[in-house]
């Protein structure tokens, strides 16, 4: 019903900056929350990011201040903003979005993401 298409993922040295972004399609007619999860290799998947239907927002307390979630209601897609990128932040990143409260909750296949000099 919803596919989910995660770009903007590579390479960036410490201290840098990344944009990933999630373009959303199928039967959409409304985004209840979208969030950002990210896995590293041998750890827990952890939720980095998310945005309600009325753009309230939560960080894992590891990025807050470095990254930025953000949505285009218009054109359904979704935005991670990160600064100050940090080793630790490499993982693959994985967009997500529910479309109600009770709905099923959609990801997207993920983008890695890599900090190292």
């Known amino acids: 019903q919803v596919q989910l298409v995660e770009s903007g993922g590579g390479l960036v040295q410490p201290g840098g900056s990344l944009r990933l972004s999630c373009a959303a399609s199928?039967?959409?007619?409304?985004?209840?929350?979208m969030a950002w999860y990210r896995q590293a290799p041998g750890k827990q998947r952890e939720l980095v990011a998310s945005i309600t239907d009325g753009d309230g927002t939560n960080y894992a307390d590891s990025v807050k201040g470095r990254f930025t979630i953000s949505r285009d209601n218009a054109k359904k897609t979704g935005s991670l903003q990160m600064n100050s990128l940090k080793p630790e932040d490499t993982a693959v990143y994985y967009c997500?979005?529910?479309?109600?409260?009770?709905?099923?909750?959609?990801w997207g296949r993920g983008t890695q993401v890599t900090v190292s000099s």
């Open positions: 199928g039967s959409i007619g409304s985004i209840y929350v």
């Open positions: 997500t979005l529910r479309r109600s409260r009770i709905g099923p909750l959609y």
